[in-house]
């Protein structure tokens, strides 16, 4: 596993790139709202615009659900959490819409679905709609933006394409897609926080439509300081490249515990780790069904690809521990040591010759793979 590396945070001042200290508004802690400053003077002189938060805070009678819980990071949850949004029942559901049940909870486990030509097509209909809503709510990732506010967009895009947004109350989720900011490796619920200058947040989308799954994801940076940090920017371009170096072995008679061993060379040349408690998985007219994927080496993952399956790869990096530890709501994800983890996913078919990219990205999609720093790129050079 790589070495633990400390993540410097940015401070929130106004315009300010220095790192952050050890102070932070008196207001904000009683409110439960992270913010750190480099200086007394910094906070003075950000005084007018930062204010501002403080009065949507109390405004809005915001609080923080658990505030005897032992969190890892800076990350607060903001609730009250709104209402549950609906799917009009023109919209066909799958079975766990009403009571969160789905029922098939992996039961034939090593069973994996080999799809015909018309389940093929109704693959790549269902994830390119879902690459299309993603990119509709990722054009909405700026700071002063809150994760709710993303999970209405994705709400509504998904109904105007006569699609039901499979995380709805899968096993009782509460919303409409995954909002995971910073420390949160997966899973993390949208809520009243506005992101923020210097976060970098997961948005992880999964559509049902005509009988068919697709899920995706990927990281975003919120700002221009977030791209101005190395360690931000390692994290996300290692978990973006460890995706695309484990698409490179898809193919007929690959076997699924093989993308984890090039995963975790990948994220160890770059001094990150990977998180082994979730793996990809297969995805269809099921929403997670086998086989499983996982991202790490060593793994016991049985059977091989073959023409007709289709599948996710989603590798979650780290920047120090693998160890993972659940919020009290039963889903939010986070690392033990509280440093920042990225993600990125695709749906795959395997063909007859490799493999199709279900939820490739457009030539427009907003994001994309930015430079590496370049001490990532020395570590990697020397474990050559």
Known sequence: MAAEVPVKKGCIGMECPNDAGTLQCPTCLKLGIESSFCSQDCFKRSWAEHKAVHKTATSSSLYNPFPTFAFTGALRPLYPLSPRRTVPDSIPHPN?????????????????????KKGQEAMRKVCRISREVLDIAAREVKPGVTTDYIDEVVHKACIERNAYPSPLNYVNFPKSVC???????CHGIPDQRMLREGDIVNLDVSLFHEGYHGDLNETYYVGSKALADRDSVRV???????LDEAIKLVKPGMAFRDPGTVIEKHAKSKGCSVIKTYCGHGVGSLFHCAPNVPHYAKNKAVGVAKPGMTFTIEPMISLGTYKDRTWPDDWTSVTQDGTRTAQFEHTLLVTEKGVEILTARFPDSPGGPVEMPPEAMADEADSK
């Open 96 to 116: 766990y819409a009403k009571d969160g049940d789905p029922k098939y909870k992996f039961i034939e486990k090593n069973r994996i679905s080999i799809l015909d």
């Open 236 to 242: 996300v371009e290692t978990a973006r490249e460890c």
């Open 179 to 185: 909002t995971s900011i910073n420390e949160v490796i």
